[in-house]
Nanobody
Framework: QVQLVESGGGLVQAGGSLRLACVASGIISSRNTMGWYRQAPGKQRELVASIIRGISTNYADSVKGRFTISGDNTKNTVYLEMNSLKPEDTAVYYC???????????WGQGTQVTVSS
């Protein structure tokens, strides 16, 4: 059974940086798409970034140039490096894994990111 555990959230001032980590256990391969989503109060959950096969990445327009997603297959870990953080980046960030058919099979428990102005 797949398990995802996120870490790295916290409180940071605008312009600061944070790095989130998502450790995956269970049957995970490079064919799975790993992603980071976020959900702010009163808003729908949205895709922030995704990575497949360790190299193909996709980003939401709002974070392009500021966030970087990467994977370490030796540690079964996906990272989200967040720079130049803005108050509007405040949200609960969730790690996810999709199967080869694109269906989400697991969500992490979420980690809070708060950016103060």
């Amino acid at each position: 059974q797949v398990q995802l555990v996120e870490s790295g959230g916290g409180l940071v001032q605008a312009g600061g940086s944070l790095r989130l980590a998502c450790v995956a256990s269970g049957i995970i391969s490079s064919r799975n798409t790993m992603g980071w989503y976020r959900q702010a109060p009163g808003k729908q959950r949205e895709l922030v970034a995704s990575i497949i096969r360790g190299i193909s990445t996709n980003y939401a327009d709002s974070v392009k140039g500021r966030f970087t997603i990467s994977g370490d297959n030796t540690k079964n870990t996906v990272y989200l490096e967040m720079n130049s953080l803005k108050p509007e980046d405040t949200a609960v960030y969730y790690c996810s894994v999709k199967n080869v058919w694109g269906a989400t099979i697991k969500w992490g428990q979420g980690t809070q990111v708060t950016v103060s102005s």
